[in-house]
């Protein structure tokens, strides 16, 4: 699992996730993004999840909790590059909404 | 002369079942030690447990050790009137206590207790599935359940014990020195020139074994409860639980024999 | 068997001590999909699940799980296999010291480094999926049984297993509770792609969830096939079963009779 993060525009940073993003991987992700979001942490994020090849439940729990602490301080977060079953996965776990993810546009509001 | 066959045959199944149960305790008992070199390793458990053997046993130990000690003092006093050594009542009382009675008391009144607690928590686990759970989780249930209840034990036994003892010495001086009419300074005089380290020592040892014991009996019959009849009801449980004090129970008063023959 | 099929079951023979439960089953499971396992009480179905999740040793006939022969596991292989599956065993079997939420993180604690808060999340999600949102802080004992069922199966689900077993689904939940648990049975082997695995006895669910059904009598397949074909059977056992008649009364009046009207 690889994160790499560019900066795209003011304040504005996207983070590419390539591999796995599971409960292996999960761990090592949270520590980098925490890591970014630290210090002048941008004033948005995107999360591009075109790369990702396979996640699991506790990649949409790190979503959620990235959610939480970007809210709490204004900030916007965006996924994109969603495909097909990883939408499922955030459909199942009834994160549609919270996301803004819908099934005809892939990427989120 | 079909009876005969029929009765060889049944006594060949019995013994080849109580082999069976014994090789089973063994394999137990291995696996329960085995469980101190791998995960999960709580250590909260491990406190919450201490609490639960130790703390909870204070009490019960304390009152123990409290009329034993009086006990000791009447009876001691009695004895060593009729040679007149009176005097003595401080070094029997102590060393009767830290040598016997204390380890072997304290562990069988924390056996009926907690031991006996335990052995029912694992039982009603078993009966509801819950251990096979554990297993199917990929969770070794001994290391889960068992091995932190030994580690507590060995820990929370030994304290306990020295807890009786100081009661229990501290009965004997009231009972003898403020009742009777033991010379205090005797009392406490006999006391510090007959206990020895090794006296204390073996005490220590004595009730390290006891938790073994204890532990290993206790959990061993609540986590096999209703495993041989194939059915797994409170009764299973209850059983469990009787046999466990009594099992439990006996193997300390052995290994109380045992220990002190190899220590003497 | 198909060659898509996870697990293999080749002319599996089970005992109980000398009692044979078991006779020669072939069984394919084919990857996800929903294969349901049922028949009367006593049929052997339970025996055959506890096979499948590794609790009890094949002592004849063999078992293969993605091609590798079951019987031959070590502790290292039984253990990787038991991380890809969940089992929700018949009570829920929950650990009763816990709130439903560290009863849901305890795989997730033992296997992975996951942060706290991660697993915390993890597991109110799969709560939610069960309808038990709110409830995280709740002891088992304070809900009822349908409700401990449905944490079980939050709890079966917290590791995202390839294969789900489920012993009884419906046993002690009311029709509209049942219904909601089947649904979302389906709705993970459409979401996820996961292999279920029921036992039950309960013929609407069973036909309702089934891509595959397996009819077990007395310890034997009795026929095997997708719902229509099992509906299309004519082996009067399996159309007994379906259609839920009881047995031909065969009882012996006479013995019967004699037995009320003997002097006592």
């Given at each position: 699992?690889?994160l ?5 525009g003011?304040g504005?940073?996207l983070?590419?996730?390539v591999g ?5 991987t999960v761990p090592?992700a949270?520590k980098q993004l925490?890591r ?11 999360v591009?999840f075109?790369s990702i090849?396979?996640m699991d439940?506790s990649a949409v729990a790190m ?5 939480r602490?970007l809210?709490?301080t ?15 996965l955030?459909s199942?776990?009834r994160l549609n909404?919270?996301?803004g ?6 990427e989120?509001s | 002369?079909?009876?005969?066959i029929?009765l060889i ?7 080849l079942d109580?082999l069976?149960?014994?090789g089973?305790l ?12 791998r995960p999960?390793g709580k250590f909260l458990?491990?406190?919450?447990q201490?609490?639960?053997?130790g703390?909870k046993?204070l009490?019960?130990v304390g ?8 006990v000791?003092g009447?009876q001691g006093y ?11 009542l401080g070094s029997a009382v102590a ?5 016997e ?5 304290t562990a069988?009144?924390?056996?009926g207790r907690a031991?006996s607690?335990m052995c ?11 251990i096979?759970?554990l ?7 001994h290391?889960?359940?068992v091995?932190?209840?030994?580690i507590?034990?060995?820990m929370?036994?030994?304290?306990l ?7 229990g010495?501290y009965?004997?001086y ?5 009742l ?10 006999g ?6 380290w090794?006296d204390?020592?073996m005490?220590i040892?004595?009730s390290?074994?006891f938790s073994v014991?204890?532990?290993?009996i206790s959990?061993?019959k ?8 194939g ?11 009787t046999d466990?004090v009594?099992?439990?129970?006996i193997g300390?008063?052995v ?7 190899l220590?003497l | 068997?198909a060659a898509d099929?996870?697990i293999e079951i080749?002319?599996l ?8 439960v078991l006779?020669d089953i ?10 349901v396992i049922?028949?009367?009480?006593g049929?052997?179905?339970t ?9 009890k040793?094949t ?5 293969f799980v993605?091609?590798q022969d079951?019987?031959a ?6 253990k990787r ?7 929700l065993?018949?009570?829920?079997a929950?650990f ?5 939420r560290e009863?849901?993180s ?9 942060a ?7 597991a ?11 409830f995280?802080n709740y002891m ?5 049984g349908g ?7 939050a ?5 995202d297993?390839e294969?789900l077993f489920v012993d009884?689904p419906?046993?002690?939940?009311d029709?509209i509770?049942?219904a909601?648990?089947?649904r979302l049975l389906v709705?993970l082997k459409e ?6 695995i029921?036992v039950?006895?309960?013929?609407e669910?069973?036909?309702?969830i ?6 077990l009598?007395e310890g ?5 096939g997708?719902p229509?074909e099992?509906?299309?059977s004519?082996d ?9 008649e ?11 009779l004699?037995g ?5």
């Open positions: 699992m690889k790499s993060v560019e900066k795209s003011v504005q940073a983070v590419r996730i796995n993003l599971d409960m292996d090592e949270r925490f970014l979001l630290g210090a002048r942490g941008p004033s948005s994020l995107e591009d075109s090849a396979s439940t979503m959620v909790e990235l959610l602490i809210s709490a204004g900030r916007r977060l965006r996924l994109t590059g969603l495909r097909e079953d990883q939408q499922r955030f199942l776990a909404q919270a996301f993810i819908n099934h005809d546009t892939r989120s | 002369m079909t009876q005969m029929q045959q049944s006594l060949g199944a019995r013994a109580e069976g149960d014994l089973r063994g394999l137990f008992f291995h696996y329960m030690l085995r469980g101190l070199f999960p458990f491990v406190v919450k201490v609490w639960f053997i703390t046993s009490f019960v009152f123990t050790g409290a009329f034993t000690g009086m000791l009447l009695y004895t060593l009137s009729k040679f007149g050594s009176e005097g003595m060393l009767s206590i830290i040598r009675l204390g380890p072997v008391l069988l009144m924390v056996t031991g607690a029912a928590e694992l039982g009603i686990m078993r009966i509801d599935e819950q096979d759970a297993e199917c989780m990929a969770i070794d249930p290391a889960y359940l091995t932190p209840r030994l507590a034990s060995l929370a036994l030994p304290l014990t020295a807890f009786f003892d100081v009661t010495i009965s004997g009231v009972i003898g020195v403020q009777l009419g033991v010379n205090e300074g005797s009392y406490i005089e006391m510090y020139k007959s206990v020895e090794a204390v020592y005490g040892v004595k390290l074994c014991i204890m532990i290993w959990t061993y609540g986590f096999f409860a209703g495993v041989d009849e059915n797994f009801g409170p009764e299973q449980v209850s059983r469990a639980t466990a009594v099992v439990s129970s300390i008063l290994g109380n024999y045992m220990v002190t023959s220590l | 068997m099929d996870i080749r002319g023979t089970s005992f109980y001590g000398r009692r044979k006779h072939r069984l394919g499971i084919p990857r996800n999909g929903v294969t049922m028949g009367r009480s049929c052997g179905k025996t055959l699940l506890r096979h499948l999740i590794g609790l040793q002592s004849r006939g063999q078992l993605d091609g079951f019987g596991f070590g502790e290292d292989a039984l296999y038991r991380r890809r599956i969940g089992v065993f018949q009570s829920g929950l009763n010291s816990m709130t439903l009863n849901i305890v795989p997730l604690g033992v296997h992975t480094k996951l706290d808060e991660t697993i915390r999340i993890m109110l999600i799969k709560l939610h999926l069960v309808g038990l949102s709110g995280d088992p004992s304070q809900l009822s409700m401990r069922k449905r944490a079980g199966l709890r079966a689900l917290a590791m297993p294969i009884e419906s046993s002690g939940l029709p509770t049942a909601g648990l089947d709705e979401t996820l792609g996961m292999t279920i029921v039950t006895h309960e013929l669910s069973a036909f309702l089934a891509d595959q059904l397996a009819v009598d034997r397949v009795l026929a095997l997708s229509d099992i509906r299309a004519t009067p056992k399996v159309v007994q079963f379906l259609r839920r009881a047995d031909q009364e065969e009882t012996d009046h006479s013995s019967y004699e009320l009207l003997r002097a006592g």
